[in-house]
């Protein structure tokens, strides 16, 4: 069992920063591969992001790709979202969620953090 909890968000002019945290529970947590996720309202969740356990393989989707980044501190049992040249259309809820080594989808999810982008 893995609980992940969220933190970081806020709001932030178009063009800034934002660095979210995912703080997680259980002492597997080196095993998961870890993925952000967002959701804006009316809209479908949109994958953001992930990074294998090892924190040797990361990937992104062509709209952060180059502005996100990824990374994670498996003594810590955190992974980090790092947004740069934020944009209004960034604005969502992110999740954070980890992947167990034989899963096909994500088993366990955070609450969600809001991430407003002002223009």
């Known amino acids: 069992q893995v609980q992940l909890v969220e933190s970081g968000g806020g709001l932030v002019q178009a063009g800034g920063s934002l660095r979210l945290s995912c703080a997680a529970s259980g002492r597997t947590f080196s095993s998961y591969t870890m993925g952000w996720f967002r959701q804006a309202p009316g809209k479908e969740r949109e994958f953001v992001g992930a990074i294998t356990w090892t924190g040797g393989s990361t990937y992104y989707p062509d709209s952060v790709k180059g502005r996100f980044t990824i990374s994670r501190d498996n003594a810590k049992n955190t992974v980090d979202l790092q947004m740069n040249s934020l944009k209004p259309e960034d604005t969502a809820v992110y999740y954070c969620?980890?992947?167990?080594?034989?899963?096909?989808?994500?088993?366990?999810w955070g609450q969600g953090t809001q991430v407003t982008v002002s223009s």
């Open positions: 969620a980890a992947k167990g080594t034989y899963s096909v989808s994500y088993d366990y």
